[in-house]
């Protein structure tokens, strides 16, 4: 069974910064872009940012130059680097990956189940 987990979550002051990771196990045949999306309150799920296999990167316009999304050296580890956070900012993060595993045929989807980020003074 694959598994997507998130850590590195908390309680910043803004300004401050956090370093969330994702981790993801199970029977892997490859992933193809993995990413982070965030949901804040009352609000729907919005893409913070992507990379795919090859490195290539999307950022949503309210973090580009304040996030930076990347890969971990260890294998389907991946990050996002938060600096400068805002208020606006606090939301539940979770990571996702398409990805196909061991015998399948096709690509799909997993998440990870969130970790809360909040900033506040």
């Known amino acids: 069974q694959v598994q997507l987990v998130e850590s590195g979550g908390g309680l910043v002051q803004p300004g401050g910064s956090l370093r969330l990771s994702c981790a993801a196990s199970g029977p892997i045949f490859s992933i193809y872009t993995m990413g982070w999306y965030r949901q804040a309150p009352e609000k729907q799920r919005e893409l913070v940012a992507t990379i795919t296999y090859s490195g290539n990167t999307h950022y949503a316009d309210s973090v580009k130059g304040r996030f930076t999304v990347s890969r971990g050296n260890a294998k389907h580890t991946w990050y996002l680097q938060m600096n400068t956070l805002k208020p606006d900012d606090t939301a539940v993060y979770y990571c996702?990956?398409?990805?196909?595993?061991?015998?399948?045929?096709?690509?799909?989807?997993?998440w990870g189940q969130g970790t809360q980020v909040t900033v506040s003074s």
């Open positions: 996702n990956a398409d990805l196909r595993t061991i015998g399948g045929s096709s690509a799909y989807t997993y």
